[in-house]
C-alpha cells in the first residue's frame, strides 16, 4: 500500500529538490568576492564585524539566486531577463529592503550614506537574481532540471 502524500507535500519536495540542484553552482567563494565588490566601501569602517556581515549578505545572495532560479524556467522558454525579473519585482523589493535595513542597522544617524547604500543593496541583489536565471537557463539546455 503506498503513502498518501498531499499536493503541497509534494509540491513541496519538488521546490526542494528544484533548489539543491540550482545550489550546485554557486559558491561561497563567488558570493564573498562580489560583498567585497558591492560593499567594499560600507565595509571598512566595520571590519571586527566583518564575519556577521559577510554572513547575512550571504543569505540574502543565496534568497535571491534561488528567486532568479526558480524564474530561469520562463527564460528557457523564451521569456527575456528583464521580463521575468518584473514579474518577481514585489518580492525582489522586499529583499532588497530587508537588506537594506540590515545595513542600517550598522550606521549612526549622522553618517548615514543612504542614497548610496541602497544603489549598492539593489545592484547585489539584481547581480544574484540574474546569476540564478541564467544558470537555471543553462541547466534547462543542457537538461539538467
Not at 46 to 54: D, K
Request: hydrophobic share 40%; with cysteine; aromatic share 20%.
Amino acid at each position: 500500500m503506498g503513502t498518501v502524500m498531499s499536493f503541497h507535500e509534494k509540491y513541496r519536495h519538488k521546490q526542494l529538490d528544484f533548489e539543491k540542484k540550482a545550489l550546485r553552482d554557486l559558491t561561497v567563494s563567488d558570493i564573498d568576492k562580489r560583498i567585497e565588490e558591492h560593499f567594499a566601501f560600507f565595509l571598512h569602517p566595520y571590519a571586527p564585524y566583518r564575519q556577521t556581515i559577510f554572513d547575512m549578505c550571504q543569505d540574502y545572495a543565496i534568497e535571491a539566486y534561488l528567486l532568479g532560479s526558480s524564474y530561469g524556467r520562463f527564460g528557457y522558454y523564451g521569456e527575456p531577463a528583464e521580463v521575468a525579473y518584473m514579474r518577481s519585482e514585489a518580492r525582489m523589493k522586499n529583499l532588497v529592503n530587508d537588506l537594506f535595513d540590515f545595513w542600517l542597522f550598522w550606521f549612526d544617524a549622522d553618517d548615514l550614506p543612504s542614497e548610496s547604500l541602497l544603489k549598492a543593496c539593489e545592484a547585489y541583489m539584481a547581480y544574484w537574481w540574474k546569476e540564478g536565471f541564467e544558470h537555471t537557463v543553462r541547466r534547462y539546455r543542457l537538461r539538467m532540471h
